[in-house]
């Protein structure tokens, strides 16, 4: 089930009596949560209904007795259970036949990392219940969620305050709602937010967005995208939503190439790809730039990457840093394949001045 699908079916009060909730989008997944606690738990009687379990502290028989108990003057008992990925890695008959034949004034919701839908485990819950992935919206999910925000808010904004926002305050889910909610309550219904309100009203909270750093990738600059890498590790950003960036960005690229090919005007691709115009130049010298071959060539070493990040128990950080140095070799290859040169100038560096060491996650 996609996350939109799933708001909607919980708005309307349609709920299952089991969910599986993960992904790296932490601010997205408590965001569900909290709309699942609005309509199973009655607020006068929360506290009798609502548990929290681990599944690493918890035994199997515990969780399992949980959902057997009944609501006290509530339309349902809620209970969450956290580091849910040791429940399903090590399942017994047990969870599946609970899953046939739930308790329908239950609603069980597990928190993971990482889902293998293959499993009995998840069919047999996919059978009434439903598993979600949260993973970080894209830039074009992104302004659209945020114009969603703002109408909930019952004002407008610009598009280029929409931009400026997400160079501020980058992709937190979490701190883009607060900062959203500051600019509404300080406009107060008077006219549409602009630019203007955003630098006026808001942090910028970031030494370094996320968003700058596929662009140094697709400029294959070698020096500022393992900086830039650094830098948002050491932020806490996800190694996993740099990486979801980077793709975007590549196949943003790719498309815009293939347009270009077909005929379109470079304002008729911006128009459709939504690229802002204050990003529009350097945007295009990545196209011209980013050899086509190599691009061709991505898919496997992509898919290779993504299932590390998703699945391996090695650190994150070093993982996406192979990765940045497998595409730096792909695009330089087809670089030079492409151009007839022996070396792009000003692109030699020294290997040990990068390496990142254990900075990633």
Not at 27 to 43: D, M, R, S, V, Y
Not at 101 to 115: I, R, Y
Not at 146 to 152: N, P
Not at 267 to 292: G, H, S, Y
């Amino acid at each position: 089930m996609k996350a939109q699908e799933f708001f909607r079916d919980v708005e309307r009060g349609d709920l299952r009596p089991f969910y599986y909730l993960y992904g790296p989008e932490r601010g997205l997944i408590e965001e569900a949560l909290n709309k699942i606690k609005e309509k199973a738990l009655n607020p006068a009687t929360r506290e009798f209904n609502f548990e929290i379990l681990d599944a690493k502290e918890h035994t199997e028989e515990t969780i399992l007795a949980s959902f057997q108990i009944f609501p006290v003057r509530s339309p349902r008992r809620l209970v969450v259970i956290q580091q849910a990925d040791l429940v399903w890695n090590k399942a017994t008959s047990s969870y599946i036949d609970y899953f046939l034949s739930p308790n329908p004034l239950t609603c069980a919701v597990f928190l993971g990392e990482k889902a293998d839908l293959r499993t009995k485990f998840f069919q047999a819950l996919e059978k009434k219940g439903a598993t979600i992935p949260f993973y970080p919206p894209s830039e074009g999910e992104l302004i659209h969620w945020i114009h969603l925000q703002i109408k909930q808010l019952d004002h407008q904004i610009s598009e280029e305050a929409v931009a400026l926002l997400m160079e501020r305050v980058g992709p937190n889910l979490k701190e883009l709602k607060l900062e959203l909610q500051k600019l509404a309550l300080r406009k107060r219904g008077e006219g549409q937010i602009a630019e203007e309100d955003v630098l006026n009203l808001t942090e910028d909270m970031r030494s370094e967005n996320p968003f700058e750093f596929p662009p140094a990738v697709a400029r294959l600059d070698l020096k500022g995208m393992l900086r830039l890498l650094r830098k948002n590790l050491q932020q806490g950003e996800p190694p996993l939503l740099l990486f979801l960036l980077t793709v975007r960005q590549l196949r943003l690229i790719r498309r815009a190439q293939d347009l270009k090919s077909g005929g379109c005007s470079k304002k008729e691709i911006e128009t459709r790809l939504r690229i802002f115009p204050r990003k529009a130049e350097d945007f295009w010298e990545q196209v011209e730039n980013f050899p086509l071959s190599s691009l061709d060539q991505l898919w496997l070493l992509n898919l290779e990457a993504d299932q590390k990040l998703k699945t391996s128990y090695l650190e994150k950080g070093l993982l996406l840093e192979k990765y940045l140095w497998d595409l730096y070799f792909h695009g330089l290859e087809g670089w030079k394949a492409a151009r007839a040169m022996n070396h792009p100038p000003g692109i030699r560096v020294d290997f040990e001045e990068f390496r990142l060491g254990s900075s990633g996650r």
